[in-house]
């Protein structure tokens, strides 16, 4: 049964947990997972999504082939194409593919065009590439868990967020604006919100998943 009100956890088992109470999660990896979605939403994406790499030892179910799978059938129905934001940051496009090879996998299941894989470099990948109307997956090792986590846990949305200032957005306006995300898609489908600090070990994740949640409850959203 879904579990109204607005919570905060961290890691990607505190994600299945939300996922499994049938509550929004929104998942907060600053440096840089978040932040460069947010950043590919300020430049006109049509979809983001995160994913988990192909390596991955987390103590939780995770689908990344079903993440490219979904990926690759958002971007034919749009008549667009695939994005890839990957790791290393600082490396080669061969470490990247490896990174995101079960990802790739699944949105070339689909016959989707996967038209760039691109490093995770935050706001500054905007940059790179055009991202308009352009389906966007994120594959790392803390954001990209966490939001595969919630989605193969069955959550009924899961969003990302970050307080880093992007091109278009400064101050606390990231902020505003995941606050907001979250909102409608818990007033959508009827049910609470969890914020979702990636890592335990990163203290601006948990801060900033703090100062979302906050922003929630402000922007006036409580127990429905």
Known sequence: MAVNGIYMTVNASGAVEAAKAGQVVVIIDVIDMSTSLEAALDAGAALVLGASPTECRAPVSLAPNNIGR??????????TTVIIVSEPRIGTEEERLAKSEQVLKGIRETGAIIEAVLPNAGAEITKMIDFREKI??????TGGVAFDAAVTAGAPAVLTGTIARTIY?????PAQAAAARAIK???????GITVVAASANSLEDILAAEYIMREIIAQGFTAL
């Not at 957005?169 to 306006?173: D, L, Q, S, T, Y």
Request: aromatic fraction near 0%; glycine fraction near 14%; hydrophobic fraction near 45%.
């Open 70 to 79: 979904q990926a690759g059938e958002l971007a034919i129905s749009g008549d």
């Open 136 to 141: 966007v997956v994120a594959v790392s090792d």
């Open 169 to 173: 957005k400064r101050g606390i306006e």
């Open 185 to 191: 898609a818990a007033r959508q489908v009827g049910t």
